[in-house]
């Protein structure tokens, strides 16, 4: 995978274009950009995407569309809970030294699955089977700090995830190399089910 054209584009303009669709999407606007044959033709060449997102596998939360995006446009990387694991890692640090793009969005929602079953296996104390543990180890330290902050445990969990996940991706040498350079930036962001909207939550 090569550039074939850098990226012109600086993190606040890449958040601004995701938002901005976004926009469109809750407000039933989309346009389904970037979806047509000229663009597929277009980057044969190669890949420029302007923004990372890392989101939950959640059927109901897939990026191109929340964010009103094509072809192209995302480089996307889900797992439950949007947990982090080395592959995952790896990925993201490819996108940014690889493909020198220049925004990380980590996409939490409301209602999450992974979140509820964490807060289960938690209050049931249940043996959790295979590897979803390691989802369920992963997603705990947010469910623990939550609870007891305010009632909607759920969603307050997610949110807290979100800002572990962040802490964690700014371990890597990789991307800390990068942010300090100027070349990224990292957010967190929370999807609404309901309303269709996107809320920043962490942006530094
Ligand atoms: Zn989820």
Redesign the pocket.
Known sequence: MKIVAPLNISADEALNRLLEGNQRFAANQASGPNRSENRRLEIVKGQYPFAIIL????SR?PPELIFDQGLGDLFVIRS???VIDNAILGSIEFGVAELGIPLIMVL??S?????TATVEAIEKRLAVEGAIATLVENIKPAVNWATGHGEELIDNA?RKNIALEIERLNTSPILSRAIKAGKTKIVGAFYHLSTGFIETIITK
Do not use: I, L, Y
């Not at 989101?55 to 959640?58: A, F, L, Y």
């Open positions: 989101g939950c596998v959640d939360v439950a809970g949007q939490g929602h209602k999450c699955g992974a979140v997610a």
